[in-house]
């Protein structure tokens, strides 16, 4: 069971926009940073969403995070076949002793 | 450019001790933090914990303590992730991993290391 919670499998169309959620409680995302990674099928994650809502140098526009309280959602628009992937959230969490915490991730599929 | 390099596959047998390596380039080793990731098969990230080079002051994971031990040797710019008694169990992918700024932010990645056990 992980701490933070996603759902399990999206799917959308070329050109839909999708969103991923990502549910925590107050001693993770509540208070901290949450951040979302992108893992293509057999290479290593890579960073999609740092602080909430900032894209670092390189990804693209299409991709957006926001947060409000405990929960957090990643926004692909504009879906594209290439963004096929499994999507992970990730934050601190200060209980019981600190720690990184991943949710379970999400399967991407692009119909 | 920041890199990460992970030593290469291993198989071992159920009982027995490994130790994987990452080394980095392109940055000042000794002051970021480094952490692993491990990805058993077909599942979901797991933060193991984390070592800072610089003095080896180290956060375990509570999941992963007692089960694991890192160090690192910043002369080398070298990290390790070390077993001293493996178990099927322990058959995943182990990333390591670099701090950016925040604890969750892991800009860099190693390519992974896939440890298999066979009991």
């Known amino acids: 069971q992980s701490v933070l919670t996603q759902p399990p499998s999206a799917s959308g169309t070329p050109g839909q926009r999708v969103t991923i959620s990502c549910s925590g409680s107050?001693?993770?995302?509540?208070?901290?940073?949450v951040y979302w990674y992108q893992q293509l099928p057999g290479t290593a994650p890579r960073l999609l969403i740092y602080?909430?809502?900032r894209r670092p140098s390189g990804v693209p526009d299409r991709f957006s995070g926001s947060k409000s309280g405990a929960s957090a959602s990643l926004a692909i628009s504009g879906l594209r076949s290439e963004d096929e992937a499994d999507y992970y959230c990730?934050?601190?969490?200060?209980?019981?002793?600190?720690?990184?915490?991943f949710g379970g991730g999400t399967k991407l599929t692009v119909l | 450019e920041v890199q990460l390099v992970q030593s290469g596959a291993e198989v071992k047998k159920s009982g027995e001790s490994l130790r994987i390596s990452c080394k980095g380039s392109g940055y000042n080793f000794g002051t970021y933090w480094i952490g692993w990731v491990r990805q058993m098969p077909g599942k979901g990230l797991e933060w193991m914990g984390i070592i800072y080079p610089g003095d080896s002051n180290i956060i375990y994971s509570p999941s992963f303590q007692g089960q694991v031990t890192f160090s690192a040797d910043k002369s080398i710019n070298t990290a390790y992730l070390q077993w001293s008694s493996l178990k099927a169990s322990d058959t995943a992918i182990y990333y390591c991993?670099?701090?950016?700024?925040?604890?969750?932010?892991?800009?860099?990645w190693g390519q992974g290391t896939l440890v298999t056990v066979s009991s």
């Open positions: 107050s001693s993770n995302i509540g208070t901290n940073y």
């Open positions: 602080m909430d809502d």
């Open positions: 991993a670099r701090q950016t700024s925040g604890w969750a932010e892991i800009a860099y």
């Open positions: 990730a934050g601190w969490d200060d209980r019981p002793s600190g720690r990184v915490v």
